[in-house]
T-cell receptor, first 110, second 113 residues
Framework: DAKTTQPPSMDCAEGRAANLPCNHS???????VYWYRQIHSQGPQYIIH???NNETNEMASLIITEDRKSSTLILPHATLRDTAVYYC???????????FGQGTRLTINP | EAQVTQNPRYLITVTGKKLTVTCSQN?????MSWYRQDPGLGLRQIYY???????DKGDVPEGYKVSRKEKRNFPLILESPSPNQTSLYFC????????????FGNGTRLTVT
């Protein structure tokens, strides 16, 4: 699976949009981009995933660049409960496991 | 409520005393997996199961056993725990092995002294 690069930490003000970048320049055509988050030491929580089109659900939006080498997770109105470590994961179509990197520690400030 | 349930949440034991961490899911998922999380090493896969009676090793299987006799349950067995198995353990499941989001349990924090 392709490697991802994320900033180690980010801050965002409560109520603002949080934009979390991820670089995956070696991604191949059949690899999906997944986002998970982990709040404190709870189990990782699935947020969203996509292949090449932008995706949106009740939690977030995923914007994937046209060349698929990078993506951005957008939390439209961040709350204090969104403080967590966010993981960007590239997962092959036939891959059964997730390979977690170090993620981005997002802190939402009041 | 759809969920993955692990028990116990916390466990302190001594070296060599066999233990089992249970995992159960109520979503009729085919695929289940165990991960461990350690500082600086992130989450690593221990074992996985594609379906009932089908299990396979992940990246760090040494010292662990699993079984999948029923679709909903996937217990993790430590026959002779050692201090290097002190870790935070997560069970996960998904509808299918591929291209399905994984749903994680809330974790079991194990300390082996």
């Amino acid at each position: 699976d392709a490697k991802t690069t994320q900033p180690p930490s980010m801050d965002c003000a409560e109520g603002r949009a949080a934009n979390l970048p991820c670089n995956h320049s070696t991604i191949s055509g059949n690899e999906y981009v997944y986002w998970y988050r982990q709040i404190h030491s709870q189990g990782p929580q699935y947020i969203i995933h996509g292949l090449k089109n932008n995706e949106t659900n009740e939690m977030a939006s995923l914007i994937i660049t046209e060349d698929r080498k990078s993506s951005t997770l957008i939390l439209p109105h961040a709350t204090l409960r969104d403080t967590a470590v966010y993981y960007c994961i590239v997962r092959g179509w036939g891959a059964q496991k997730l390979v977690f990197g170090q993620g981005t520690r997002l802190t939402i400030n009041p | 409520e759809a969920q993955v349930t692990q028990n116990p949440r916390y466990l302190i034991t001594v070296t060599g005393k066999k233990l089992t961490v249970t995992c159960s899911q109520n979503m009729n998922h085919e695929y289940m997996s165990w991960y461990r999380q350690d500082p600086g090493l992130g989450l690593r896969q221990i074992y996985y199961s594609m379906n009932v009676e089908v299990t396979d090793k992940g990246d760090v299987p040494e010292g662990y056993k699993v079984s999948r006799k029923e679709k909903r349950n996937f217990p993790l067995i430590l026959e002779s725990p050692s201090p290097n198995q002190t870790s935070l353990y997560f069970c996960a499941s998904s509808l299918q092995p591929y291209n399905s989001p994984l749903h994680f349990g809330n974790g079991t924090r194990l300390t082996v002294t």
